[in-house]
T-cell receptor, first 114, second 115 residues
Framework: AQSVTQPDIHITVSEGASLELRCNYSYGATPYLFWYVQSPGQGLQLLLK??????LVQGIKGFEAEFKRSQSSFNLRKPSVHWSDAAEYFC????????????FGQGTELSVKP | NAGVMQNPRHLVRRRGQEARLRCSPMKGHSHVYWYRQLPEEGLKFMVYLQKENIIDESGMPKERFSAEFPKEGPSILRIQQVVRGDSAAYFC?????????????FGPGTRLTVT
């Protein structure tokens, strides 16, 4: 069955430090992968997506992610974190065999220390 | 272009009452997805609808839950005889089509509290 795993429930980094959020997926076909961010009490905003092509994808707000098929991973990175990046981050795989529903990981909550 | 609208943003219901959640997709979008986010969990797919059709309801609980997306008006997620376990945030997302490369745009959610 398709699934997405985010191993880290909560991460704390210092402002200005680099960030990597891990995401592993299990999907039988070509995965279509997404990272979303959710601020407290808000909906989800798409940060970036991978459909095909270059395995390093750039997103909004200075985020990037790298697709590694051999590791079934799609980790999110940012070279220098800002206090406003504190939020919950969700990795998802699109199940386009069944209409395009998204299968989400459990999320990683990011805290930023001043 | 307005984004996905959901109302109400917060809804309190007593056990046994009915909850009706509304979702207006982005202009030009005819595909709507509903997701539920339980406390401390990620989002779980519930149902996928196109205008007047339910395409995939594999994530819907078998009882008490129903969804519709009429030809005119918003999509409605209806929960009958609510129980405490229904307390969650319900998000809808809309897209312009099905499959690649259409992405889903999310609304702000409806937070349902059952007392």
């Amino acid at each position: 069955a398709q699934s997405v795993t985010q191993p880290d429930i909560h991460i704390t980094v210092s402002e200005g430090a680099s960030l990597e959020l891990r995401c592993n997926y299990s999907y039988g076909a070509t995965p279509y992968l997404f990272w979303y961010v959710q601020s407290p009490g808000q909906g989800l905003q798409l940060l970036l997506k991978y459909f095909s092509g270059d395995t390093l994808v750039q997103g909004i707000k200075g985020f990037e992610a790298e697709f590694k098929r051999s590791q079934s991973s799609f980790n999110l990175r940012k070279p220098s974190v800002h206090w406003s990046d504190a939020a919950e981050y969700f990795c998802a795989v699109g199940d386009y065999n069944q209409g395009g529903k998204l299968i989400f990981g459990q999320g990683t909550e990011l805290s930023v220390k001043p | 272009n307005a984004g996905v609208m959901q109302n109400p943003r917060h809804l309190v219901r007593r056990r046994g009452q009915e909850a009706r959640l509304r979702c207006s997709p982005m202009k030009g979008h005819s595909h709507v997805y509903w997701y539920r986010q339980l406390p401390e969990e990620g989002l779980k797919f519930m149902v996928y609808l196109q205008k007047e059709n339910i395409i995939d309801e594999s994530g819907m609980p078998k009882e008490r839950f129903s969804a519709e997306f009429p030809k005119e008006g918003p999509s409605i997620l209806r929960i009958q005889q609510v129980v405490r376990g229904d307390s969650a945030a319900y998000f809808c997302a809309s897209s312009a089509g099905q499959g690649i490369p259409y992405e889903q745009y999310f609304g702000p959610g409806t937070r349902l509290t059952v007392t």
